[in-house]
Nanobody, 120 residues
Framework: VQLQASGGGSVQPGGSLNVSCAAS????????MGWFRQAPGKEREFVGR???????DYADSVKGRFTISGDYAKKTVYLQMNSLKPEDTGVYYC???????????????WGQGTEVTVSS
């Protein structure tokens, strides 16, 4: 399974960005697609996940500001980020797996990461 992420960029605080991710290859059994991020000098952290296109889960730090959507059948997922804050800055990674979890260690497949910078 290969994950291709795109989007991201730089924006001022309060702005919006969108990142997308598409899975290809042997995607049968891949039921969860999630987003993680890693800020400079910090550990990778959970942002949100989409389980079988039906169940959405978000980290408290982004709840109400970020929205995950996508097409489960096509194994694509989008992350719409609104009301961005400087602390949202980091590299955002798309991940996919078969186990519904917030733990990054349980995701078998990872995209290359895309940078998001929120700064005035």
């Amino acid at each position: 399974v290969q994950l291709q992420a795109s989007g991201g960029g730089s924006v001022q605080p309060g702005g919006s960005l969108n990142v997308s991710c598409a899975a290809s290859g042997r995607t049968f059994g891949v039921d969860v697609m999630g987003w993680f991020r890693q800020a400079p000098g910090k550990e990778r952290e959970f942002v949100g996940r989409n389980w079988r296109g039906e169940i959405l889960d978000y980290a408290d730090s982004v709840k109400g500001r970020f929205t995950i959507s996508g097409d489960y059948a096509k194994k694509t997922v989008y992350l719409q980020m609104n009301s961005l804050k400087p602390e949202d800055t980091g590299v955002y990674y798309c991940a996919a797996g078969t186990i519904n979890s917030r733990s990054s260690s349980l995701y078998q497949y990872w995209g290359q990461g895309t940078e998001v910078t929120v700064s005035s």
